[in-house]
């Protein structure tokens, strides 16, 4: 029997159930999911995404397989914490709420924990206190963004235990998206939300994001794409509306659809208004 003729559906044993994003992520996707979440296919056999981030996607279709990446491996490691030992986890971020401070922030920042969960804590309460939700490295890899006007920690909609469930189903890699991308196979289906950069880069983010992945690398992963199309999988991708990318995924066949987010990132504010983005699909 073929791939295509054992597709299952996309969905865990509990569809209607909520299981919201853990982390505020730049560049995350939680305005697609609210807004054009029917772009997306319902089934598939596995659901493959080599820039996880926050997980905006795979949250929102809680897949019955999985196969997730991202190059940041100490997101990976909180996410395979989180599967592996969610309630401390939870026991954790209750302590730096009880905690939590100016001087307690910086001191948690500058700390190296060694246990997986008390890492995986320690990211996620950087992520909510920091400026804006921002993750940012210097040179040597240490986080450097400065505390935030956020005091809060331990949200009401946490459900560390519900993503634990669906993550037990998940694959978890840190590797190069093209190496997650072909193994994609008849009837899985990539979502892929890679940093926008485009030939001739612009602005402040999109000049940021040529350090992180180059115009070279956005050909490459076009390639990538394509080539796991024609293998039969289900392509979805969201990247910037600019001519230089449009053309890329124009040459290759793909389906083109603009859409429109407020972006509240930049630090400048006059920098923050609605941007016009791309889907691009594979039908």
């Not at 320690?122 to 986080?143: A, D, P, W």
């Not at 949200?155 to 998940?170: C, K, R, Y």
């Not at 293998?231 to 040459?251: F, K, M, P």
Request: proline share 4%; charged share 25%; glycine share 4%.
């Amino acid at each position: 029997m073929s791939n295509s003729e054992e597709s299952s559906t996309a969905l865990t044993s509990e569809p209607m159930k909520t299981i919201l994003p853990f982390l505020k992520w730049p560049g995350g996707k939680r305005w697609f999911v609210a807004s054009h979440s029917h772009l997306l296919p319902r089934t598939f056999n596995r659901y493959i995404e080599p820039f996880l981030g926050g997980g905006s996607v795979f949250f929102h279709l809680k897949p019955a397989r999985s196969l997730l990446s991202d190059l940041n491996p100490e997101l990976i490691a909180t996410y395979a914490a989180i599967r592996d030992g969610w309630s401390g986890l939870s026991e954790k971020l209750i302590s730096h709420q009880a905690h939590h401070g100016k001087e307690y922030y910086y001191s948690v920042r500058a700390s190296k924990p060694r246990l997986p969960v008390t890492k995986a804590a320690r990211m996620i309460y950087l992520n909510r206190t920091c400026f804006n939700g921002i993750y940012r490295v210097n040179l040597e890899g240490k986080f450097n963004v400065p505390k935030g006007t956020r005091d809060t920690v331990v949200l009401e909609t946490d459900d560390f235990e519900g993503a634990a469930a669906l993550l037990a189903n998940a694959e978890l890699h840190t590797s190069d998206f093209e190496v997650v991308i072909d193994q994609a196979q008849e009837a899985d289906l990539i979502f892929a939300d890679p940093p926008y950069t485009v030939r001739h880069n612009v602005n402040g983010f999109l000049k940021y994001n040529e350090q992180l992945f180059s115009w070279d690398d956005q050909v490459r992963l076009a390639d990538a794409l394509a080539r796991a199309r024609d293998r039969g999988a289900q392509i979805v991708l969201t990247n910037a509306n600019h001519d230089s990318v449009r053309c890329l995924y124009q040459e290759r066949r793909f389906a083109l659809t603009e859409v429109s987010r407020y972006s509240s990132i930049s630090a400048e504010t006059q920098s923050r208004k609605q941007f016009e983005e791309l889907v691009i699909r594979s039908f």
